[in-house]
């Protein structure tokens, strides 16, 4: 089955910084999420990305799916972007797998 | 539209006992799944249901039992909890033309 990869696993940055978050997945796959469960657990979903660019505010998205990754930067960091930054991509039509997070603290 | 709900907020259970977490959309999704989040780690699929009528077993299926009650609602049970299953609990639902799952809130399930 799939596999997701997720780098780096921790990820401390100022206020005001941007940050790359990088997702790989060893098998081609047709769809892929990126999701930010915040400090009290709530999972938000940020993107629906199975190729090409989104943006939406100071984040964007993209997924090269022929070279196995995604990337999710966030621009002009905020303390309320901490939390962690999960990837899963989609196996057949129902399954999500899991990478196992970024964690993001942003500090004032 | 309150999107996916669940319910309890919080569990607190003696080994053995037994309990049903509730789930239900609004957004007249197909597709509903059972999810469970340990520290430290991403979500773990325990069972999910295509669609009304149907479940199927997912990654981590064992000691857990699910009913698809309607469209609506996708509830799970756990028959005799076991310390092992102190986890966080995600409920999602998708609609069946669409790839992009919703998530509940969560139950912070805590088996002692």
């Known amino acids: 089955g799939i596999q997701v990869e997720q780098s780096p696993p921790d990820l401390i940055l100022q206020e005001g910084a941007n940050s790359t978050l990088r997702c790989n997945f060893s098998d081609s796959v047709n769809n892929l999420q990126w999701f930010h469960q915040n400090p009290w657990g709530q999972l938000i979903n940020l993107f629906y990305?199975?190729?090409?660019?989104k943006q939406n505010g100071r984040l964007s998205a993209t997924t090269v799916a022929t070279e196995r990754y995604s990337l999710l930067y966030i621009s002009s960091s905020q303390t309320t972007d901490s939390g962690v930054y999960f990837c899963?991509?989609?196996?057949?039509?129902?399954?999500?797998?899991w990478g196992a997070g970024t964690k993001l603290i942003i500090k004032p | 539209n309150a999107g996916v709900t669940q319910t309890p907020k919080f569990q607190v259970l003696k080994t053995g006992q037994s309990m049903t977490l509730q789930c239900a959309q609004d957004?007249?999704?197909?597709?509903m799944y059972w999810y469970r989040q340990d520290p430290g780690m991403g979500l773990r699929l325990i069972y999910y249901s295509a669609s009304e009528g149907t479940t199927d077993k997912g990654e981590v299926p064992n000691g857990y039992n699910v009913s698809r009650l309607n469209k609506r609602e996708f509830s799970l049970r756990l028959e005799s909890a076991a310390p092992s299953q102190t986890s966080v609990y995600f409920c999602?639902?998708?609609?069946?033309?669409?790839?992009?799952?919703?998530f509940g809130p969560g139950t912070r399930l805590t088996v002692t």
């Open positions: 899963a991509a989609i196996e057949g039509n129902y399954q999500l797998i």
């Open positions: 990305i199975p190729s090409g660019t």
């Open positions: 957004m007249n999704h197909n597709s």
């Open positions: 999602a639902s998708k609609s069946g033309s669409l790839y992009e799952q919703y």
